[in-house]
């Protein structure tokens, strides 16, 4: 059984911050809540082995990539390229917050992060309204590559006691922090193209989007 500490995702203490993000650095898996769900994640970095880790957790397909959490709405330009000004405004508009943003990767994108597709490599984005996450990638000083904490096809947890045993057992450190505040997925939006697209209605709707980029 990995190890078990109480968060406050609003206001995480420097203890907290500072053990998760040695478990990370590491090249450790943790348990985190966010402001939609609870995730499972890791240190996005070259070689990292808790990478491949979180597919075995989760019995997930390894042919798949991870989201990112990045800390401030300057990482778009940083880890994105050719970002369309309407993305910027959604950004503007729905970050910190339960929007996920596919753009194209930049070169600072490590390749086993990045997803293949046949006009160049994307990668997904999103600034969660969760101190803890932001102070965790600042602290790292890099992103964190995570995704839902459930095994592959069970419902994502909205509670630090609603994660299934078998992912904290699996997992070096899990943060609970009570109930996420969303409690709904995040709305991830292809923004690779010349026009926004809707992959999954989450947290979000489609208006709202089509509002924030100024297009409705």
């Known amino acids: ?47 990292n082995p808790g990478h491949m880790r979180i597919f075995d957790i989760k019995r997930r397909a390894r042919a798949q990539t991870l989201p990112w959490f990045v800390a ?3 990482d778009l330009r940083v ?19 339960a929007l996920t943003l596919v753009v194209r990767a930049s070169e600072a994108v490590p390749v086993e992060y990045a997803q293949p597709m046949p006009d160049g490599p994307t990668i997904a984005l999103r600034v969660p309204n969760s101190e803890l996450c932001r102070a ?15 095994t592959h096809g069970a419902p994502a947890a909205t509670t630090g006691h609603g994660v299934e045993p078998a992912i904290v057992a699996a ?6 922090g009570g109930a996420a505040p969303v409690g709904v997925a995040s709305t991830i939006v292809d923004a690779a193209g010349a026009m926004p ?20």
């Open 1 to 47: 059984m990995g190890e078990i500490l109480t968060v406050d995702q609003k206001n995480p203490s420097d203890e907290v911050v500072c053990r998760a993000a040695s478990v990370l650095r590491d090249g450790g898996v943790a348990v985190v809540p966010t402001d939609s769900v609870y995730g499972i994640c890791c240190a996005a970095v070259h070689g």
């Open 72 to 74: 401030d709405i300057d």
């Open 79 to 97: 880890y994105g390229r050719e970002v369309p000004d309407w993305t910027l405004r959604l950004a503007q508009a729905q970050w910190p917050g």
């Open 136 to 150: 965790l990638v600042r602290s790292l000083g890099c992103p964190l590559a995570q995704t839902s904490a459930n």
């Open 171 to 176: 997992a070096d450190l899990t943060l609970d």
């Open 197 to 216: 697209r809707v992959l999954r209605s989450g947290a979000l709707s489609e208006t709202d989007v089509l509002l924030a980029c100024g297009l409705a």
